[in-house]
């Protein structure tokens, strides 16, 4: 907005408006007053009050403007300070698209060898041509598969789900869960709490909620090192009678790798979208149960080890995996025969469905273990490592220390070595890499180890898992180490 006046030395300018404007004023005085005189007062008040409410506008605006200027400073400053002291930390990794991928994101699937590039296609042969996936996000802010709800129904009542009137995307039967897992269009005319009640009412036990994201809980890539054996060997006295296997929630795993040639893997994909499937972060978790529960001169006594794949490459780059896919993944493993331990080594937010299923798989006695996740000390609990029946690990370095990242609170239940450790990559190599999801699969080797050569119940062998743990932090139990150092039991 234009002044009426301003100053120029000790008079002042009056531009064209702001002379019309003071005009009618001495019009509406003129009518008003006795004389001349008094108009000349008048219009040397209204000058002199336009004038002196003009300044005081000028000084706030210029003192607002400075203001402004020093916070925009400080807030660059800080900036510049923080960016500095992510670099200083290493945290530039963190950002990197490539999280938790391993060696792949650099190689990308041009750069693997012949046998699992085949190994990828022929997992991913169902879904080829299938529909990309799209992001978006729910009410909570959460990543979300856009406009798609899952639905998880009670299997009795199967025949009722053709008269709920949706758009069908994706079915499957779910047999260790005994349910039917649903994908679905979001209807644009219907609320999902009001769905998930009417569902609830004509289906008792079913279940609705959002397709969430869940992602890799690895990071600090450092690849590219010569092959050999990984750094971490854990010795044990003779071998194991009964054989036992374990499953992973992961991304493919390379089996021609050798590191894992002396182990039987079987592998499922369970990934309804079109996009590119990685190997990275499964052939790591793989290799640190391989070597968990074998020596450096006896082969493991691991009878098979199941991979479910579940991540994928976004558009953008970023390995996820969604709700649909962990609770089909969960369900195949479960099916399994003699399976000891289901690792999850990712992480992300609650879920309705994801809780459903994993409680079933709790109260069965069937062991599952987690990666509590790298979101920092203050970070609220991820999932489902926070779901009660399922054993969150946190990682600790060479030294027991925390790893930095690493969250904390009620759902970390042990520590394990976790960070800059050396693991398998795909196509032959080793990387070195950090991150809880390189923690949860060592405590996952040590109960499934545990419950075969004892013929233990889960329960038993959580409980001497407890009784051996190194306290590394306060006495019996704390939010950031839990019991503490997981290791072997007699």
């Known amino acids: 907005m234009r002044k009426l006046a301003h100053r120029r030395g000790e008079d002042y300018i009056i531009d064209g408006r702001g002379f019309a404007r003071l005009a009618a004023i001495a019009l509406v005085a003129f009518a008003s007053s006795a004389g001349a005189q008094g108009l000349e007062d008048l219009l040397e008040d209204a000058i002199d009050e336009q004038v002196e409410s003009e300044i005081e506008v000028q000084i706030e605006a210029e003192i607002e403007a400075e203001i402004a200027s020093a916070v925009q400073s400080a807030i660059e400053r800080q900036v510049d300070s923080t960016v500095a002291e992510s670099v200083e930390l290493g945290l530039e990794v963190q950002v990197d698209e490539a999280i938790g991928v391993g060696i792949d994101a ?127 060997r854990a010795p044990r006295d003779g071998s194991i009678e009964a054989p036992f296997s374990i499953g992973i929630v992961d991304s493919i795993v390379d089996p021609s790798h050798p590191a894992l040639e002396r182990v039987d893997i079987e592998q499922r994909d369970f ?148 960070v800059q450790v050396k693991v398998a990559s795909p196509s032959g190599g080793f990387s070195t890499q950090s991150g809880t999801s390189l923690a949860a699969p060592w405590v996952a080797a040590l109960i499934a180890e545990s419950m075969a050569a004892e013929a233990r119940s889960f329960a038993d062998a959580l409980e001497g898992l407890r009784a051996t743990a190194v306290d590394l932090g306060e006495r019996d139990y704390d939010e950031i180490f839990g019991y503490g150092l997981a290791r072997r039991t007699p």
Do not use: C
């Open 271 to 418: 990934v309804p979208f079109g996009n590119e499937r990685t190997a990275g972060h499964g052939t790591a978790v793989a290799s640190i149960i391989v070597d968990a529960v074998g020596t450096s001169t006896e082969p493991a006594r691991l009878d098979k080890l199941r991979a479910a794949s579940v991540f994928f490459r976004d558009d953008d780059g970023k390995v996820r995996a969604t709700t649909a896919g962990l609770i089909a993944a969960v369900d195949w493993l479960a099916g399994t025969p003699d399976l000891g331990v289901i690792n999850m080594s990712l992480a992300g937010p609650p879920n309705e469905l994801l809780e459903v299923a994993l409680g079933d798989l709790a109260r069965r006695g069937i062991a599952m273990v987690a990666a509590v996740g790298n979101s920092g000390p203050t970070a609220a609990p991820l999932y489902p490592a926070a779901y009660d029946g399922v054993v969150g690990v946190t990682a600790v370095d060479s030294s027991h220390r925390i790893y930095r990242h690493a969250n904390r609170g009620r759902q970390v239940m042990f520590s394990a070595l976790g």
């Open 106 to 232: 650099d190689l990308g699937i041009d750069g693997l060898s012949d046998a699992l590039r085949d190994l990828i296609g022929s997992l991913t042969a169902e879904s080829q041509g299938a529909a990309r996936f799209a992001e978006g996000i729910d009410p909570g802010n959460r990543a979300v598969e856009a406009d798609v709800w899952v639905v998880l129904v009670p299997v009795q009542y199967a025949d009722r789900i053709e008269t709920w009137g949706f758009e069908l995307l994706e079915r499957r039967d779910l047999e260790a869960l005994d349910r039917v897992l649903l994908r679905v269009e979001a209807p644009e005319d219907r609320d999902i709490v009001q769905a998930a009640l009417d569902l609830a009412l004509d289906a008792p036990g079913t279940v609705v909620d959002y397709n969430h994201v869940y992602e890799p809980t690895m990071d600090d890539i450092v690849a590219g090192e010569p092959a050999g054996q990984p750094a971490r």
